[in-house]
């Protein structure tokens, strides 16, 4: 059943449902075009897709633009888009675009026109003034961190007019190519320098601490209008219908963006890559329809996890760390080993504008600059918005550190300054501490409940009862109604399904630690809080092959840093790790356990899935179904997340559905696809239906096992804590609905509410969720 055709004007309003697709050279833009007619089967009103500029060879990512004139060739080129769009209109659906304004691929200086004349002709290129270079730090050179070690340079050599460095190429300015390539090499507008200087000695921004992604000054009217021209092309030729902003907290200043893209592609729908701290807003003055999702994704996932567990975890972790675990101070530490290391570069930068502040000596100051970016609570401010934030911060520091009272005090006002080199370059350093500290170091080292740590979470927040989630989506329902919702993307840290699986274990926390002792007394592991976080990924995530298990633990301890590095791999206790891998699979009674248990769990596990998918896909906002988990999907961090999709397969299991199949809650994930496409359907066909929120509670001894709300013309009825009620029953809990018939959009059954309500044993006999409208 293909949706019909509709007119532009729908596909350019607010999309009803997205389906992200990861285009790469491996699925390209012909490869995407092909399941158009599948993903209008599916419910979607638009396809939703990863960056197409050119970008650098090899990518799998497309977040490394190098030209943006040009649709990336291996990906398909201009032709394949303009097909792929073709496609996409044939069968109604519009598309949404991921855009990389903060940033550009530099890795191969050649693959990028505008990095290389920069470097050819430094100040003087027309293109200096687009990327974020201090030129008065490093003797007007660029530092390009790139030689092994200093003494590298004996390896340079002059090849064809250009510097080469092994398999890199330079440019050479003009007049000066005599000499030897040293020689060659110091008249240039850049200076290759050793890797390691990268940490606290480069003068160019990055995204992140990637060396090979330069910042762009899109601030500047000439820069946005050369990296936007193409994409405001395809907008008007109406190619192109919205639009998803990567990292905008990376932009000197967001709302000036915002606000100018809005002007340039007629105001279309528009959501931020933004991650908000629980309870944080974005400012009201942002041209956006709001995030990509990641403050749902928390909200969804909180309400299914028990927290009567967590006395037992924290238990389990103070006995596998050794101590008792205090969250915010691992935080701060992980964000100061940024601050003092990966991003030393950029506080050294801010340091330099500040410059001296009288009274107060330069390393105080250096000092309070990272204090204050480790201690900041959210991601960044806006100035004046999130002022508050700021000011808490320094109270906060001179409290903790009152040694730094006066270096504090004295910088207070100049962060404080809207619009001001210093202040604005501190927003946009206070991001990527906060992404690198703790996304990418304190999540990886405290695993006292894994499930919780995941992008836009807050794993200190073990479950919140279902009247916080209602008062969050009656608050999401009113400020951002158009906003996004997603529960997987490319960079969640798992799966949506190995969370809801992993969401069992709070229902079970003393069955899970007497598992996770015997494994970790079997198999030890120097680091047993890192053994703790394997053991519970494995689980999430089994039946899974050696070789993914093994990828997802080497990057986990390395990014974790606390028994071994990316930078210095401690091979000794990489072995061990791979050893404990090994025993999963290969030693009889371990790999019996794990399988015994995962059997127990997992039927668990898919209620809670279904549970999680039918909230967010019916919750105010515009749901994005991540590529491939309509059907169980028990991904791990990326790139595990980006493994093919079989479309085949969806196609006939949703073909089954659509001729009557009621499928049961098995591993098919036959249910889950019902799930997603019913719920999307109405979405599509019923706008009208999802206009309000109003919280229904339900009477009866497991009242606390459902959520249900009522959507203004469809109702959600959606399992919770399924262990717990596996052994009670519904028994004589109804659903309080205006009496009358209602039929069930998921299974086609109608059921009679009366005076009582509606009996959920009744309800939700055939599965655990139920999407109801009046019959």
């Not at 001179?398 to 910088?411: C, F, G, I, N, W």
């Not at 007394?521 to 809080?529: E, F, I, T």
Request: overall charge negative.
């Amino acid at each position: 059943m293909t949706a019909p055709a509709t007119d532009s004007s729908r596909r350019r309003s607010v999309p009803a449902g997205t389906y992200r697709l990861q285009v790469t050279a491996d699925f390209t833009l012909d490869d995407a075009a092909a399941v158009a007619g599948y993903l209008a089967d599916l419910g979607v009103t638009h396809a939703y897709s990863s960056p197409l500029l050119r970008s650098a060879a090899g990518s799998t990512h497309g977040y490394d633009t190098t030209d943006h004139a040009h649709v990336d060739e291996p990906r398909g080129g201009r032709e394949g888009f303009d097909r792929f769009v073709a496609q996409l209109h044939e069968y109604g659906l519009g598309l949404v675009l991921d855009l990389v304004p903060n940033h550009m691929g530099v890795a191969d200086a050649h693959e990028s026109g505008w990095w290389w004349d920069v470097l050819q002709h430094g100040r003087d290129s027309a293109h200096a003034d687009a990327f974020d270079i201090d030129w008065d730090f490093g003797g007007g050179k660029i530092r390009i961190p790139t030689l092994g070690s200093a003494d590298d340079v004996s390896e340079l050599q002059v090849v064809d007019g250009e510097l080469r460095y092994y398999d890199n190429r330079f440019p050479i300015a003009p007049g000066t190519e005599g000499g030897t390539p040293q020689e060659v090499h110091g008249r240039q507008h850049y200076e290759l320098v050793d890797w390691r200087r990268a940490d606290d000695q480069l003068n160019y921004r990055r995204f992140f601490a990637i060396n090979t992604l330069a910042g762009l000054r899109v601030e500047d009217p000439e820069v946005f209008r050369a990296t936007h021209a193409l994409i405001v092309e395809l907008v008007e030729n109406g190619s192109v219908d919205a639009l998803r902003i990567d990292h905008p907290d990376g932009l000197a200043d967001p709302k000036g963006y915002l606000d100018r893209l809005a002007e340039a592609t007629g105001d279309r729908w528009t959501v931020v890559e933004k991650i908000l701290e629980p309870g944080e807003e974005l400012p009201d003055s942002w041209k956006t329809a709001g995030t990509t999702g990641y403050d749902a994704l928390s909200e969804v996932d909180e309400v299914l996890v028990d927290p009567a567990g967590e006395a037992a975890f924290t238990a389990l972790d103070t006995e596998l760390a050794g101590h008792p675990v205090d969250y915010a101070e691992l935080v701060r530490m992980c964000k100061r080993e940024v601050t003092d290391g990966m991003l030393g570069s950029e506080v050294a930068r801010l340091q330099r504008i500040v410059g001296h502040l009288s009274g107060v000596p330069a390393e105080q100051v250096t000092e309070g600059l990272a204090e204050l970016l480790a201690s900041f609570p959210v991601y960044r401010s806006y100035l004046p918005d999130g002022r508050a934030h700021l000011d808490d911060t320094v109270a906060a520091v001179k409290a903790r550190r009152p040694e730094l009272t006066a270096a504090v005090d004295a910088l207070h006002p100049l962060l404080g300054s809207a619009g001001t080199e210093l202040a604005t370059r501190f927003e946009q350093t206070s991001g990527p501490v906060m992404a690198k500290g703790v996304e990418d170091s304190a999540y990886y080292r405290w695993s006292r409940f894994v499930m919780l740590n995941e992008v836009g979470g807050d794993p200190a927040e073990f479950g919140t009862p279902v009247a916080d989630f209602h008062e969050a989506q009656q608050r999401r329902a009113e400020r951002r109604p158009a906003s996004m919702t997603t529960l997987s993307t490319h960079d969640t840290k798992r799966s949506e399904d190995v969370r809801s699986r992993l969401a069992v274990l709070a229902e079970l926390p003393e069955e899970w630690a007497q598992l996770v002792r015997g494994l970790i007394a079997r198999h030890p592991l120097a680091d047993a809080s890192l053994a703790h976080l394997v053991w519970q990924n494995l689980v999430g995530a089994w039946p899974l092959t050696k070789e993914r298990a093994h990828a997802y633990v080497e990057k986990a301890a390395r990014e974790a840093g606390t028994s071994t590095t990316w930078t210095n791999p401690v091979q000794e206790f990489e072995d061990q790790l791979h050893a404990l891998v090994d025993a999963a699979f290969d030693d009889a009674t371990t790999n019996a356990e794990i399988t015994a248990f995962v059997e127990r769990i997992a039927p668990l596990g898919y209620v809670n899935s279904l549970s999680q998918k039918l909230l967010q896909l019916t919750i105010a906002g515009v749901p994005d179904v991540y590529q491939g988990t309509e059907l169980w999907d028990f991904s791990l961090v990326d790139p595990d997340n980006r493994r093919p999709v079989d479309y085949d397969l969806r196609r006939e299991l949703l073909a089954r559905l659509d001729g009557g199949w009621v499928p049961g809650v098995d591993e098919t994930g036959a249910a889950k696809l019902l799930v997603v496409s019913r719920a999307l359907r109405h979405r599509r066909d019923h706008p009208e239906a999802f206009a309000g929120y109003t919280p229904l509670t339900a009477t009866g001894a497991a009242a606390d096992h459902v959520v249900a709300f009522d959507r203004g013309g469809v109702v959600t009825v959606a399992t919770r804590l399924p262990a717990q009620l596996a052994g009670t029953g519904w028994g004589d809990t109804a659903l309080p609905l205006s009496t009358g018939a209602w039929r069930d959009l998921l299974t086609g059954a109608r059921v009679v509410s009366d005076a009582s309500g509606v009996q959920l044993a009744e309800l939700l006999s055939a599965l655990p969720v139920a999407l109801l409208v009046r019959d």
